[in-house]
């Protein structure tokens, strides 16, 4: 898929109104530190807000999704990668989040380009792995800089020239923009892969180093929908299914993590490595429990990629950071918006 030329640059900025909810949407995806004294967590979670404002009391992107709780079925073949315990043969608990790509907790599930997928794994001595993925096969752009100028372009992007000139400094955009206006729309979350699209390091037992990425590939064949097909939906037609669908399958999905070569980027996940990479089949995640997400075990969980177990770590990519300082900022301001809520609601603090 990095191989893939780009659309044409009037062929992308054709595209850009379908995509434009998407790429902010991904953000939530990756939005954090930029260049230290320049633009800060909170000035980039500002950015990501709607011109109507947060949600208050709301994530500030992927704001609209749906709890649930399961399990991870590691089936010991990672543990040749990463000496983390969670690859040791055995189920380990498992809460998560599916989501959309959007600001708004009211959007449209039919409307929303980008699906996410949060998890937390819990392992032996309460070690925790958390994750953010979401159903793009690559990142819009290269680097948290070039996520800030889309921003700053797509508030100003009726402005003449001002999408023209992103992409024309941002060629990776025009793959990015490409995907969004062509690839299908499935019919439930539980029919989504869902990406790392960022790099990590596994350390084996005998601290031998590999770069990785994974996928959550899904069990469920997709069914695709058809534009009038989204529209004809409900609203909330994804919460809606994965509800029904659980009354009568358990949903699953496979981790596939994929090895990467010298030669292959690490640092720009814009970028996806050819699908010719060495996998390893590592395990499976299973749905037991779906709960809505105001009173559900997700609602207070930050999804920050950087709380990793042993044998996990960072690599030079700088997204994950970038990440975790954003998210921190976001749970902040919504945990606040919600106790001031209550104060509002009983005269005093609770």
Not at 217 to 242: G, H, Y
Not at 311 to 326: C, I, K, L, M, T
């Amino acid at each position: 898929m990095s191989d893939r030329a780009p659309p044409s640059q009037a062929a992308a900025l054709a595209a850009i109104g379908l995509v434009l909810v998407a790429a902010a949407g991904a953000f939530a995806y990756v939005a954090g530190w930029l260049t230290p004294g320049r633009i800060t967590p909170a000035l980039l979670v500002d950015s990501l807000a709607p011109a109507s404002g947060p949600a208050p009391g709301y994530r500030r992107n992927h704001a609209k999704g749906i709890c649930f709780t399961g399990r991870f079925d590691a089936n010991g073949l990672g543990t040749a990668l990463s000496k983390t315990p969670i690859f040791r043969p055995g189920p380990y608990p498992v809460t998560g989040r599916f989501n959309l790509g959007a600001p708004d907790p009211t959007a449209p599930d039919g409307m929303q380009r980008i699906r996410g997928l949060g998890l937390r794994i819990l392992g032996p001595d309460r070690q925790e792995w958390r994750m953010a993925m979401i159903d793009a096969p690559f990142f819009p752009v290269a680097t948290p800089q070039a996520f800030y100028e889309l921003q700053k372009a797509l508030a100003h992007k009726s402005a003449p020239g001002v999408m023209k000139n992103f992409v024309t400094a941002h060629p990776e955009f025009g793959a990015f923009v490409h995907w969004a206006g062509s690839a299908p729309f499935t019919a439930s979350y539980a029919e989504e892969r869902y990406n790392s699209l960022d790099s990590f390091v596994f350390t084996d037992a005998a601290d031998h180093d590999v770069v990785v990425r994974w996928s959550f590939v899904p069990a469920a064949p997709p069914e695709t929908l058809s534009e009038d097909d989204l529209k004809s939906r409900d609203a909330d037609f994804l919460e809606q299914e994965i509800v029904q669908r659980l009354a009568r399958q358990v949903p699953r999905w496979t981790m596939l993590v994929t090895v990467a070569d010298a030669s292959d980027p690490t640092a720009d996940p814009s970028k996806a490595w050819p699908d010719e990479r060495r996998t390893v089949e590592v395990g499976t995640l299973v749905v037991n429990h779906i709960e809505s997400q105001a009173a559900g075990p997700c609602r207070d969980i930050n999804f920050d990629p950087t709380v990793l177990p042993a044998g996990v770590r960072v690599s030079d990519d700088p997204f994950p950071a970038a990440r975790s300082a954003a998210y921190s900022v976001s749970f902040n301001r919504r945990t606040a918006e919600e106790a001031d809520s209550v104060r509002d609601a009983t005269g005093g603090h609770p």
